[in-house]
């Protein structure tokens, strides 16, 4: 049995994919993903695609590499 646009849906809400800067630990950007670490850049506002996009262009130079990790909001 194949899964549904809801449990897709779902598991965006349990998974955030992070980054976390490389040297200021308080500057980390979060978005919905899921188990896999794939971000739905259409479920995102523009403000937060931006940041997105952003976030994965400079990981490496301001960013670590991002981790799929258990949302803290579920």
């Known amino acids: 049995m ?6 897709a849906a ?8 992070c ?4 040297v200021d630990r308080a500057c980390t950007f979060a978005f919905p993903c899921d188990a896999a670490g794939t971000v739905n850049l259409d479920a995102l506002s ?7 996009l952003f976030a994965r262009m400079v990981v490496g130079s301001l960013f670590l ?4 990790r258990r949302s803290a909001w579920h």
């Open 2 to 7: 194949g899964s549904s646009p809801n449990d």
């Open 10 to 17: 779902r598991d965006a809400e349990q998974y955030e994919l």
């Open 19 to 22: 980054f976390h800067s490389r």
């Open 46 to 52: 523009d403000r937060a695609r931006q940041n997105y």
């Open 65 to 68: 590499t991002p981790a799929v």
